[in-house]
């Protein structure tokens, strides 16, 4: 069986999720699975009623994530320190900017 191609031996027009998957060593049909569940989970995400209700857990593969209760969406803790200062900040944005 031959070698796969090194990303330098990829002829342009490349396919991208192909190029991903051999970076990556996922292959292709693995990002593209990957790429569905980050569209459902921003989906849910975006969907949301609001405001999220985030909950801290560990999951098996131990990196730390928040659900959110009512759209059952996922983010990381970076993404979750920033909801949390936008929701904080929020009032006192529209408060500054009302006294233009």
Do not use: Q, S
């Amino acid at each position: 069986m031959a070698a796969a191609p090194t990303v330098l031996e990829l002829k342009a027009p490349a396919d991208g999720l192909a190029t991903l998957g051999h970076i990556t060593g996922l292959g292709r049909a693995a990002v593209v699975n990957l790429l569905e569940e980050i569209r459902v989970n921003l989906a849910k995400l975006d969907g949301c009623p609001g405001p999220h209700e985030f909950e801290v857990y560990t999951p098996p593969d131990g990196i730390i994530v928040a659900t959110c209760g009512r759209c059952g969406g996922t983010i990381g803790m970076v993404e979750l320190g920033w909801y949390r200062r936008g929701m904080e900040d929020g009032p006192l944005v529209a408060k500054l900017a009302a006294r233009r």
